[in-house]
């Protein structure tokens, strides 16, 4: 019960790395599979539809401290928001495709991450969620096959 439980738990962080646990932990392909699974569309899910949520309260927050800063300091050094990799994002989005960054964003940066990322990016299209959902289930099923087989 442990091992499922702890292989779900990491999945919903890091799915990349999940099937090397569930080889290690001793559990045969379909459940290192199936756990990988569940812990990514946990992830996915809550990530997605809770995105609008956490960038609206990172947003008050990032403000409410502004108006503290300038009132404790009268010269507030402003923090860059065009960070190098903040411009890496922008340009792997414009230049890769939409499909791309559905599927490399969760898979490479972290689910959390890369949900919120493809989520403030492509919210407005309607198979956003879908695409993220396919992806997630055929990158799963091709890096478990990988550690399997080698």
Same mark, same amino acid.
């Given at each position: ?36 699974? +569940? ?27 502004? +108006? ?20 890496? +994002? ?41 695409? +993220? ?18």
């Amino acid at each position: 019960m442990w091992k499922y439980l702890s292989l779900i738990g990491l999945s919903t962080w890091k799915f990349l790395f999940a099937p090397l646990a569930g080889m290690a932990g001793g559990l045969n392909f379909w459940e290192t599979l199936l756990c990988s699974l +569940i812990g990514a569309y946990l992830s996915a899910t809550v990530i997605y539809f809770g995105s609008s949520l956490f960038l609206k309260k990172s947003v008050k927050r990032k403000g409410k401290k502004e +108006i503290t800063d300038k009132q404790a300091n009268d010269r507030v050094k402003k923090k860059k928001r065009f960070t190098k990799k903040n411009r890496w +994002i922008i340009r792997a989005k414009q230049r890769l495709g939409r499909y791309f960054v559905y599927w490399a964003f969760p898979l490479f940066l972290s689910i959390p991450i890369g949900t919120m990322i493809v989520s403030k990016f492509y919210r407005h299209h309607k198979e956003t969620y879908f695409y +993220i959902m396919v992806f997630l289930t055929v990158s799963g099923f091709v890096i478990t096959s990988l550690v399997f087989l080698f």
